[in-house]
RNA sequence: GUGAGCAUAGUGUAAUAGUUCGCACGUCACCCUGUGAAGGUGAAGGAACUGGUGCAAAUCCAGUUGUUUACCCCA
């Protein structure tokens, strides 16, 4: 049995990986223009970053961390998310020293966790996550959901909703817990067995369950917004004004809740409604955390950031239909016949590609027809004729190959005559 | 981690417990020995792995692996 590709993972052909990268171009020109600079961090960490700054009652910490001893026997583990390598970072370099803050960061990243595959997740993924640290001004919780929002707009997503949600401080989210756990409580009896379970170990899922939506307690549930302090309720009014400002279209979702300990005050999620897409709507997921940097012995700092999958990004386009422009030029294919051609071939072919044209060739001692066939294939926009006849004169015969015309011209040349074309 | 479906040439598919597993696209050759997108003829190439039941297994059963999908959770 021949060795196969680790479950859960794929590999990016040629065909798809010129998608990765206009997607990955647009990413980069997004954070241009809003003044997000690269941040590249290693694969692996300790992994007490993860333990300490994800949280270590989350499913991430809990059994879907890469985990591995080196040879040294240091316990290392495989980035499973973006957002404490860039914190650890930030700490370990002195970042809070810099002039300028917040810290505007982005990164595109592969991301592992060991879970089981399905629609739209795997063990090995990519994102493409924004952070900005140092700064409590909620007009840069706005500026980062924007920036997830016209990222998407401009790959040509439509059918978004983004939902929008705060947490308020740890505080408020420990007595929504128990006010929930007590709302439901007496009458749990009548909820379905995802919910009962769902009780204990996360009372605010039971709100979007499916089977249960129609019950009278779900309407009367208390809602986290009525459990926010004074300036949590006007940090998030903040928030939502400018980006009213910036005609950004928000959904107030008070089930939302993000799945990392670390999430404080505003958090968000780009999600993808369309049928036929799976049940994996969420696109890109984010908010704010101010204990993280603390946690990870820095002073304390806030920030907000957001990550979001590529793989998925790529599902949802497909599913829309969007086509990524994908360019590969082959401005000349080299056609010989017979082998004094074909040697000859091997410098023309060089001195085009050294003047900056892509050019290709043969290599199978195909026919003249059959590599026609290929350059036809390859969408070659010319095709350079070389043959017995054309070597005695010190001339190339050259097709335009989407009109067909074809015309000899002095070998030397060759270069200028595509060069103007 | 739980449940369900699926696994046939490079790709997409068909069939059925019983000779040599059919078709399409692709590949290659020839028709056409210096010209691509059309056509004709021909060729190469296939049952995920392991075990079981049967005279006989691609087909039935079990396990393994992979894959799709619904949960859980997340990107």
Redesign the pocket.
């Known amino acids: 049995?021949a060795i196969?590709?680790?479950?859960?993972?794929?590999d990016i052909l040629p065909g798809q990986s010129e998608k990765w990268q206009y997607i990955e171009g647009v990413a980069r020109e997004m954070c241009r223009l809003f003044q997000y600079e690269e941040i590249r961090t290693p694969m692996f960490e300790s992994t007490e970053l993860f333990v300490r700054g994800v949280g270590d009652s989350?499913?991430?910490v809990q059994?879907?961390m890469y985990t591995f001893a080196d040879k040294s026997d240091r316990s290392l583990t495989l980035r499973p998310?973006g957002?404490a390598p860039v914190a650890r970072s930030y700490v370990e370099n002195k970042m809070f020293g810099l002039v300028n803050q917040p810290v505007k960061l982005f990164y595109l990243a592969p991301?592992f966790?060991y879970?089981?595959?399905?629609?739209?997740?795997?063990?090995q993924?990519?994102?493409f996550g924004v952070e900005a640290l140092g700064s409590d001004d909620p007009a840069i919780d706005a500026e980062i959901i924007s920036l997830a929002v016209g990222f998407f707009e401009k790959l040509g997503l439509k059918n978004l909703r983004v939902a929008i949600n705060s947490l308020g401080d740890k505080e408020s989210r420990v007595m929504h817990r128990t006010a929930l756990i007590n709302h439901f409580k007496p009458r749990i009896d009548e909820f379905c067995s995802?919910c009962k379970?769902?009780l204990e170990?996360?009372p605010l899922?039971i709100l979007?369950?499916?089977v249960d939506h129609g019950h009278e307690l779900m309407t009367t549930a208390p809602s986290i917004i009525d459990f926010l302090n004074e300036y949590s309720t006007n940090y998030f009014a903040q928030v939502q004004q400018y980006l009213q400002d910036m005609d950004v279209t928000t959904v107030l979702d008070p089930t939302l809740?993000?799945?990392?300990d670390y999430y404080n005050h505003t958090v968000f999620?780009?999600m993808f409604d369309s049928k036929g897409?799976?049940?994996?709507?969420?696109?890109?997921?984010?908010g704010r955390y101010t204990g993280l940097i603390e946690q990870l012995d820095g002073p304390a700092t806030s920030g907000i950031g957001?990550?979001?999958?590529?793989?998925?990004?790529l599902?949802a386009l497909e599913a829309e239909g969007i086509e990524l422009p994908t360019q590969k030029v082959v401005d000349c294919y080299f056609?010989s016949?017979?082998e004094a051609?074909e040697q000859r071939t091997v410098s023309l072919l060089h001195a085009l590609r050294v003047a900056g044209l892509s050019a290709e060739r043969d290599y199978?001692g195909?026919?003249?027809?059959?590599q026609?066939?290929?350059?036809?294939?390859l969408?070659?926009r010319y095709?350079a004729?070389?043959?017995?006849?054309?070597?005695?004169e010190g001339k190339i015969?050259v097709?335009?190959?989407?009109?067909?015309?074809?015309e000899?011209i002095e070998m030397t040349a060759l270069v200028q005559f595509l060069q103007n074309k």
């Open positions: 049995m196969q590709i680790p479950r859960g993972t794929q989350t499913d991430i059994k879907e998310e957002t991301i966790r879970e089981r595959p399905g629609a739209g997740r795997y063990r993924h990519h994102q995802d379970r769902r170990q996360n899922r979007d369950c499916k809740v993000r799945g990392l999620e780009v897409f799976g049940a994996n709507a969420t696109l890109s997921g984010g957001f990550g979001l999958g590529i793989e998925r990004l599902l056609v016949f017979g051609a199978q195909r026919k003249p027809k059959a026609l066939k290929s350059a036809d294939r969408e070659a095709v004729m070389l043959g017995d006849d054309e070597l005695a015969t097709k335009n190959m989407k009109t067909s015309k074809q000899k």
